[in-house]
């Protein structure tokens, strides 16, 4: 088969297209893009739905995964089912050039259909700008156009296709063609194994996640796309040992380059690198040993299996003809032993391996993690503890506030934890209090806690939402008006990011129609766009700040009235503003106190570290005496602005002299700088010592 496919004449696809595996050789290494290309791969392996788009800006490199998987199929580093593929790039131009009378495009077009089916899986289309395919060669009074010739072998699974464009086309163009848009990512034939009740966890899963999609069919979509990831990993070598060798090789590059250098820093990296790379290898070997064995007893165990559905086959026709005799030797005799050597394979696994053929609970929760970036694996021990310690995490970012802080990690924990409200967003809030006491910072915290990095919030100030035609930019303009096409700021932020922090900064500024459409995501978790997409914010964490009440609070901060009786007076003033049913949907209303001089201390020094570290960046060390901090704290405190001025005082005083320093080389690498008070506490003296 595999000689006969090469032998083919594929005129019509060397007519309309380019050979990317001929090419393959004159491409540029592709940098940066394995995780990309390892999901091309998968979605490429499975049975059904195989037909991956690689959406994304200009310029970032969506042809370059193709042609990275081009060079992987040469290298002969992707799983067997992509052995010996051709990826043939399809001119759409080409294709329309000169057909002046309507069949002629779609001619052509079934021309390299037909020759993309007669190759049997062996071709692989690549369709740049994928987006022309949804009116190509369209007329007048037609609906026919080259998405709707694509359709029905897309649909059977005849056809592998990938396709680029960016989100903004695909949003566009793509989307709105729904049945083109599910067939790119229903038959199933059962050929991998699953843990007792197969079907239970996906449907369960995907209901609960994947919402604008339809069940059984989003269900069996997860099970097929878990399916291809457990081949692939059969098929190719492990994540980890792949990992492990091009860093391995990328450190032999720098290794290379750093002989060659002769300053200090760069013979303290060679030893480093040097270090590394024997850690790399000692740890390298063991891996390979133990994959080479597990895949050996894992094709073994698959050698017996397909040896034993050829027995079963054999077992019903014998069945069928009335052979009893042959039943009776193939049932207690040959299929029973087969059984017998599988159970015995199976059995002497442990739980720590790194292949399987078995399709887990794991690996399902993994996809659904993949696609929606919500972290619904089974929490381990690890996990359990960083939920257990948030709140104490948080605090290291964020001074006082214990109020506010037990709120949110209470919430984070039920939601995790899986006995939260399914039916509304993890938790909502709003932070009241006076500005620079850590509203905004706690949710930028939650954030870095819960994401790795701070910057992943979908954060809108609501000064830009003052009139009532500012709500078109939240939900998207509606039809018939301009930007219609390109969604809501709020919508398509959460569309995109599912699981994540929404910030509502100086909510009480917006207008009164902003908070009609909060009460809907508060209630229901659900917010319908423009376009009538619903968007899901069942797994957002709402926080709103507002500085509502915040005179009355600082009137306790400098003694007017108690503490408890400024609390008292906040409350009656934001219920004159906000509406009895949108306050009666938040899940907590925390009043942030003002900060005291105390804490505002311990912000100063936290401030400080955070410049400790951008002068380590260039080898620099930096030490500051309690003289220096009070100092500090007599020229920048001010209860009314809470912590802020002392960002802006440091970075105007103390960041821009230590600029000052390391741009006239009074301090280099292995130094360190000394801030103290001067003798009569009238100024801050800065001292260098080499280390």
Known sequence: MENAFRNMTLSALKTYGRDIIEQAGKFDPVIGRDQE??????????RTKNNPILIGEPGVGKAAVVEGLAQRIIRGDVPSSLANVRIIELDMGALLAGTQYRGEFEERLKAVLKEVEE?????VLFIDEIHFVLGAGKVDGSSMDAANLLKPMLARAQLRCIGATTLEEYRKYVEKDAAFERRRDMKVTMVYEFWTGPWLLPAQLSSRYITGRRLPDKAIDLVDEACANVRVRLDSRPEEIDNIERKIMQLKVELHALEKEKDKSSKARLVEVRKELDDLRDKLQPLKIKYRKEKEKIDETQRFKRKR?????ALAEAERRGDFAKVADLRYGAIQELETAVAQLEENSNDNLMLTAIVSPEHIAEVVSRSTGIPVKRLDQNGKERLIGLAERLHKRLVGQEQAVAAVAEAVLRSRAGLGRSEQPTGSFLFLGPTGVGKTELAKALAEQLFDDENLIVRLDMSEYLSEYSLSRLIGAPPGYIGHEKGGQLTEAVRRRPYSVVLFDEVEKAHVSV??????????????DAQGHVVDFKNTMISMTSNLGAKHLLSGLVGECSMQVARDRVMPEVSRHFSPEFLNRIDEIVIFDPLSHE????????????VAVRLADRGVA??????????????SYDPVYGARPIRRWLEKKVVTELSRMLVGEKMDENSTVYIDAGPNGSELVYRVEKN
């Open 622 to 635: 930096l030490e500051l005496t309690d003289a220096a901090l009070v100092y500090i704290m007599d020229k």
């Open 515 to 528: 908070f009609n459409i909060l009460l809907q995501v508060l209630d229901d978790g659900r917010l319908t």
């Open 37 to 46: 290309i390892r999901q091309v791969i998968q979605n490429l392996s499975r």
């Open 599 to 610: 804490q505002v201390k311990k912000v100063a020094r936290l401030q400080m570290k955070d």
């Open 309 to 313: 559905e050829k027995l079963l086959f």
């Open 119 to 123: 190759a049997q899986g062996n071709v």
